[in-house]
């Protein structure tokens, strides 16, 4: 049965009121974005070949190597001037250990200026040089890209062919343009730098001949990444849906929903909500899915009967 305009909005209305006043219609407890991702945490191929792209241990860092520099905040961080500046590279010089004024052993990373190689730059790092080179450290010096990742990662992807699975895009200064489609063919051109937080900038053909690019985190620091496996697929994924219409599909890869449309199909086009709440009014069953930009979807026996996006 679909309910008529005026139901919806008593049923939108209902949903948004506190869980502890009566109101007719029973409430279950709220399921977040994080219950959503436990449930679906699976080891893929992608998932392996990320683990390939992650920084370096610093025991594998070689004198010569260079760092770009993001934001001239990195020299308050560093010991000894000249400051730098965004587009800096510095050079990675040597390592010595030091005892700090409190006692503790620390260790100094003495990078060289690109343009003054004379002027050391020394970052320090609060733990031992033992303990810096044991098996599972890394070293990520703030506000810097490891020119040696951008070209390990460039040597990884360029020239492969793979499935885009996000609507977003930058430019080549790795500001966000007009979204794109999803889940479409793509031709990786290179791997360039991209800034603070997404270190990593993956500028790819799509079949129409439109360049664009993507931002790409590595490794596992930070709590939300967009590491390889979240933005690119080996295979097609529309083969995974054979009962998905074709109608229906062009309406997911150009992230767009429509009334009648499931939750799973919503979910591919829109991706998770923030939370979910659910309930049921005796003779219905409905989900209310919001998001963190105000936008909602209402479901009514698990089909889409109103939405503000």
Same mark, same amino acid.
């Given at each position: 049965?679909?309910?008529?305009?005026?139901?919806?909005?008593?049923?939108?209305?209902?949903?948004?009121?506190?869980?502890?006043?009566?109101?007719?219609? @029973?409430?279950?407890?709220?399921?977040? @974005?994080?219950?959503?991702?436990?449930?679906? /945490?699976?080891?893929?191929?992608?998932?392996?070949?990320?683990?390939?792209?992650?920084?370096?241990?610093?025991?594998?860092?070689?004198?010569?190597?260079?760092?770009?520099?993001? *934001?001239?905040?990195?020299?308050?961080?560093?010991?000894?001037?000249?400051? &730098?500046?965004?587009?800096?590279?510095?050079?990675? $010089?040597?390592?010595? @250990?030091?005892?700090?004024?409190?006692?503790?052993?620390?260790?100094?990373?003495?990078?060289?200026?690109?343009?003054?190689?004379?002027?050391?730059?020394?970052?320090? &790092?609060?733990?031992?040089?033992?303990?810096?080179?044991?098996? *599972?450290?890394?070293?990520?010096?703030?506000?810097?890209?490891?020119?040696?990742?951008? !070209?390990?990662?460039?040597?990884?992807?360029?020239?492969?062919?793979?499935?885009?699975?996000?609507?977003?895009?930058?430019?080549?200064? !790795?500001?966000?343009?007009?979204?794109?489609?999803?889940? /479409?063919?793509?031709?990786?051109?290179?791997?360039?730098?991209?800034?603070?937080?997404?270190?990593?900038?993956?500028?790819?053909?799509?079949? *129409?001949?439109?360049?664009?690019?993507?931002?790409?985190?590595?490794?596992?620091?930070?709590?939300?990444?967009?590491?390889?496996? &979240?933005?690119?697929?080996?295979?097609?994924?529309?083969?995974?849906?054979?009962?998905?219409?074709?109608?229906?599909?062009?309406?997911? &890869?150009?992230?767009?929903?429509?009334?009648?449309?499931?939750?799973?199909?919503?979910?591919?086009?829109?991706?998770?909500?923030?939370?979910?709440?659910?309930?049921?009014?005796?003779?219905?069953?409905?989900? $209310?899915?919001?998001? *963190?930009?105000?936008?909602?979807?209402?479901?009514?026996?698990?089909?889409?009967?109103?939405?503000?996006?």
């Amino acid at each position: 049965m679909r309910l008529q305009p005026f139901a919806i909005f008593a049923i939108v209305v209902a949903m948004m009121l506190p869980v502890g006043c009566f109101t007719g219609i @029973e409430s279950t407890p709220k399921i977040t @974005e994080k219950d959503v991702r436990k449930q679906n /945490v699976v080891v893929s191929a992608e998932n392996e070949f990320a683990s390939r792209l992650f920084p370096r241990l610093f025991s594998q860092w070689r004198e010569g190597d260079r760092l770009l520099v993001t *934001d001239s905040r990195l020299s308050l961080l560093l010991e000894t001037e000249p400051s &730098v500046s965004p587009g800096d590279t510095i050079v990675y $010089r040597g390592v010595a @250990e030091d005892v700090s004024i409190t006692g503790d052993s620390v260790t100094i990373i003495e990078f060289g200026s690109a343009d003054d190689a004379a002027i050391p730059l020394r970052y320090i &790092v609060e733990m031992p040089l033992s303990r810096l080179n044991s098996a *599972d450290n890394r070293v990520e010096v703030p506000f810097t890209i490891d020119l040696q990742l951008i !070209a390990y990662a460039d040597s990884m992807l360029r020239g492969n062919r793979y499935y885009l699975m996000t609507n977003l895009r930058v430019d080549a200064d !790795a500001q966000p343009i007009a979204m794109g489609k999803r889940y /479409v063919p793509v031709t990786i051109r290179g791997v360039y730098p991209g800034n603070s937080t997404y270190p990593l900038r993956v500028e790819f053909e799509e079949a *129409d001949g439109t360049i664009a690019s993507v931002v790409m985190t590595t490794g596992n620091a930070r709590s939300d990444t967009r590491n390889f496996d &979240v933005l690119f697929a080996f295979n097609d994924p529309r083969m995974r849906y054979p009962d998905i219409s074709d109608a229906v599909w062009a309406n997911i &890869v150009a992230t767009r929903v429509a009334q009648g449309m499931t939750t799973d199909e919503c979910r591919l086009s829109l991706g998770s909500p923030r939370d979910v709440k659910k309930t049921h009014n005796g003779s219905s069953y409905f989900e $209310r899915w919001s998001f *963190d930009n105000g936008a909602y979807l209402i479901f009514e026996d698990g089909r889409l009967a109103t939405f503000r996006l």
